[in-house]
């Protein structure tokens, strides 16, 4: 059987991935060591161990706690760069990579130690690496509006480092209205606006989404079929959904990968792609999410080619590069 050799080999773009979620064990204890933080865990057997989730929260815990481990630019672009040449080996052209800002800004890391250190990576990914690779501020959602506008300020000095924002962390109770504001002044500084929606919440939030925050593109969306007018909104759109079927398995949001809907989104004519959100801890990059997921859905070579062009026509490169990669 060669598709999974056709999988690794397609070039492919990777539109959502949250770079604090490629943040391995191994390099958590080894940033732990360079700057003095102790962890609550003896060792990275121990750490591993305590991946086991059963829905979102239960990871977002774990997730946040991860991240206190970076401190200065250099973890930043480390941490970035380790991922870069994951996605290199997978044959990633282009990612457009997800940052968290307030998980750091509120332990006292400043915006630009974070910003700096992760652009940095990139600029090098692009020389050394031949991978494209840009930036996007995510808000958390379970903070509130004027948290998220104080982010916006911080943030606007280094405009030219990031191309976008988008919406992430504990989604339920925390509608996209909620920000409603942040997301018009962003706008309106022609930043990309992409929303995670619909991952654990209603397809009612995949419609605040698109009207009120006018997201380009929604961050996983795997429950809007279960509102048969808001697939036919988002394939008349053309409103790419990033799916992360590792993800949705080790969240428990479908109880088997053999139930995943990425080929009924597919069937349906959306623009849907496969990411791996947080790779390290949903156990698998992107040509893991491609492999595990055609293997137990029975997906094919077609399908394969129609999710890498997809990738290419839903991420933010101009329309020139886009003709180039498609
Ligand atoms: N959903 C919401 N917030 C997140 C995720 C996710 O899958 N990953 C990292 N932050
Ligand atoms: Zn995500």
Known sequence: DRLPELLRRMPKAELHIHIEGSLEPELIFQLARRNGVSLPYANVEELRKAYAFTNLQ???????AGASVLLKEQDFHDMAWAYLRRAQADNVLHAEIFFDPQTHTARGVSMETVVRGLHSACERA???LGVQASLILCFLRHLSEADAFETLE???????????????????????????RVFARCRELGLHIVAHAGEEGPPAYVWQALDI??????????????DPALVRRLAQDRIPLTVCPLSN????????????NLGRL??????????????????????DNFIQTFAATGLTAPQAWQLARNSFEASFVDAAAKRRYV
Not at 249 to 260: R, S, T, Y
């Open 126 to 128: 692009r020389t050394e």
């Open 154 to 180: 911080q943030a606007l000095p280094l405009r030219d480092r990031f191309i976008g924002v988008g919406l992430d962390s504990s989604e339920v109770g925390h509608p996209p209205e909620k920000f409603a």
């Open 58 to 64: 239960s990871f977002l815990d774990i997730y946040y």
């Open 249 to 260: 398995l080790k969240l428990c949001v479908f109880p088997q990968l053999a139930d995943h």
């Open 266 to 287: 597919l069937d349906a004519g959306l623009v849907a792609t496969v990411n791996s959100d947080d790779p390290a801890y949903f156990g698998g990059y992107l040509n």
């Open 213 to 226: 925050l006018k997201a380009e593109r929604i961050d996983h969306g795997v429950q809007s079929p279960k």
